[in-house]
């Protein structure tokens, strides 16, 4: 016990201007401390602007002062922040019996400098905007990691690092360029394909024959629905402008509807919140002759299942993450013109076929149509045909091991010409949409982990078996 409080002395000591450490305070069964550190906006220029980056060390009640390896969470994104702990739950409660568990709010979202619609009005050109935003993508969040891992983990030893989806992306980015920090690795759906150009293109080719997948099985599980959202549709479509006002004076038309699929075909109950959705899509007629309209209930939480009003980092760097020395070019916006009329919500709605919704991809005329993204229209044009971004992996060192596919739930993840050779231990998982909590939980309680050579860090071991899967959705 005396070393385990020598060590958090020691953590304690390190606090100065550029690392801060809060005191402990409680929520159900877990104790949490808040870490906030000064780091470079650019670690090319350290002498430049300095961001503040938020962090929260996680532990279970009564282990305080228990010596434990470091987890670093690294979500999905990009573009939000990483989860507040309410109460022991899930895989966070399996992670800190073992683990100091440590949840990063990557840089821009959250408490670490955050780039909200207010913030970025603080610049006065669209220029200045594009040159700020450069600096948030995965290569410095993992600079950050860097800079927090040598200041709280006692002797800087190495941790292990938990990425999921995005945080996957940065995870490899990770193995990449500073591997020396890393002792394990765990993946769920955070495989990226590692070209070296923008390898957007492949992946949203990919994604929109899953999204019909998704969209398949959603009316499968509501066919009642088909109906009422073609209706939705032909209202929108027979509008004036083709849309209706929403209440933060943006307009949905018809192919904003289908951003609905950004929550409702991602996300765990997706498909339930997205059919009790459109339950309260109509207003009822009071007066006789009154004109149908869509409620205020449905349009505002259209707005909320969006949410790009609080994290307009996502729309506007989304596929920024896919891009290495090569520019996007509203890749979703002109993959999804490879698809024909799939995705025509108009035209299905006229001849009584299902409408199709859309999932992680953004569009140009989202800043057309979303009143909170307008004022960034212009910079998000700038970061989309912007081609000299810098490497976020290294081949020559990934490419050491056996390649793999690997396919999850939240996005589908290929091989480009590179290839995830790297990736030896990593095993194929098909998931349903529904079952990423459970599955994380599964797998920590399992301890599904196997070593893998040398030379390389601890890759997760995913095996889930039919039926099991089948009991997450």
Wanted: a neutral charge.
């Amino acid at each position: 016990m005396a070393c385990d409080r020598t060590s958090s002395m020691e953590n304690d000591e390190r606090s100065s201007k550029e690392h801060t450490v809060g005191s402990w305070y409680s929520v159900p069964e877990l104790s949490l401390r808040d870490h906030r550190f000064s780091v470079p906006l650019d670690y090319k220029s350290p002498a430049s602007s300095v961001i503040s980056v938020f962090a929260r060390e996680v532990a279970g009640a009564g282990n305080e002062e228990k010596s434990l390896p470091y987890l670093l969470y690294l979500h999905g994104g990009p573009g939000f922040e990483s989860p507040r702990p309410q109460e022991a739950s899930g895989w966070l409660t399996k992670a800190c019996e073992e683990y100091r568990v440590i949840l990063l709010d990557q840089r821009g979202t959250g408490l670490s400098t955050p780039l909200t619609v207010s913030s970025l009005s603080q610049f006065s050109s669209a220029l200045q905007q594009a040159d700020y935003l450069q600096h948030f993508r995965a290569d410095n969040v993992i600079n950050d990691a860097e800079f927090i891992r040598v200041r709280i983990v006692p002797n800087e030893e190495p941790w292990t690092v938990l990425g999921m989806s995005f945080g996957g992306f940065c995870a490899v980015t990770y193995l990449s360029f500073a591997p020396k920090g890393l002792k394990h690795v765990l993946l769920t759906g955070g495989l990226p394909p590692i070209d070296n150009e923008c390898t957007a293109d492949t992946v949203y080719r990919a994604c929109y024959k899953n999204v019909l997948l998704q969209n398949q099985k959603y009316y499968e599980r509501f066919p009642q629905d088909k109906e009422i959202i073609r209706e939705v549709v032909l209202h929108l479509a027979e509008s004036d402008g083709m849309g209706v006002p929403l209440p933060s004076g943006g307009l949905l038309t018809p192919w904003g509807l289908q951003l609905l699929g950004l929550s409702g075909l991602g996300c765990g109950g997706g498909f339930e919140r997205l059919h009790y959705m459109f339950e309260r899509a109509w207003d009822p007629v009071l007066v006789p002759g009154a004109k149908k309209q869509l409620s205020y209930t449905f349009k505002r939480e259209f707005e909320n299942s969006i949410a790009f009003d609080t994290n307009p980092l996502y729309a506007m760097m989304h596929e920024m993450i896919y891009c290495q020395g090569a520019a996007s070019r509203w890749s979703a916006h002109r993959i999804r013109d490879e698809t024909g009329d799939i995705f025509d919500a108009v035209k299905a709605a006229k001849e009584g076929q299902p409408v199709f919704f859309t999932r992680e991809m953004v569009f140009p005329w989202m800043f057309d149509e979303i009143a909170v993204l307008r004022p960034f229209k212009e910079a998000a044009h700038m970061l989309a045909e912007k081609k000299d971004w810098s490497p976020l992996y290294d081949t020559q060192r990934l490419r050491q091991n056996q390649r793999q596919w690997l396919y999850d739930c939240k996005v589908t993840l290929l091989t480009t010409s590179e290839g995830l050779n790297f990736a030896r231990w990593v095993r194929k998982v098909v998931l349903s949409s529904f079952n990423q909590a459970y599955a994380w939980r599964y797998l920590l309680q399992q301890q599904y982990i196997m070593k893998t050579c040398m030379l390389m860090p601890i890759f997760l071991k995913i095996r889930l078996h039919r039926s099991l899967a089948s009991d997450f959705g």
